[in-house]
């Protein structure tokens, strides 16, 4: 068993080793990585990734988070809402 968690655990970060890497190419990946601010290493991994065909796409987040705190008060909305407190005397009878 531990074994076998071991394995998974080395497959999970598979580390290459890269030989012969054309002047033209290393230029290329150093320039994109201080273009973008990432590391070297991330950037060879989005090259790798991209050229095999497997998408690195952030995952899709399901929050709020883009709209919290945004909520301005507006003494209108206010006023809406308060009214929709108040029950409807008709429907309570």
């Given at each position: 068993?531990l074994?076998?968690?071991?394995?998974?655990?080395?497959?999970?970060?598979?580390q290459?080793?890269?030989?012969?890497?054309?002047?033209?190419?290393?230029?290329?990946?150093?320039?994109r990585?201080?273009?973008?601010g990432?590391?070297?290493?991330?950037?060879?991994?989005?090259?790798?990734?991209?050229?095999?065909?497997?998408?690195?796409?952030?995952?899709?987040?399901?929050?709020?988070?883009?709209?919290a705190?945004?909520?301005?008060?507006?003494?209108?909305?206010?006023?809406?809402?308060?009214?929709q407190?108040?029950?409807?005397?008709?429907?309570?009878?």
């Amino acid at each position: 068993m531990l074994a076998t968690r071991a394995c998974i655990a080395y497959c999970q970060r598979m580390q290459y080793t890269i030989r012969g890497v054309p002047a033209v190419v290393d230029d290329a990946l150093r320039m994109r990585a201080r273009e973008t601010g990432k590391s070297l290493n991330e950037v060879v991994i989005d090259a790798l990734a991209e050229g095999a065909g497997v998408t690195r796409a952030p995952r899709r987040r399901r929050d709020l988070t883009d709209v919290a705190g945004t909520w301005d008060a507006d003494a209108a909305v206010e006023a809406a809402l308060a009214a929709q407190d108040e029950p409807d005397p008709d429907l309570w009878r």
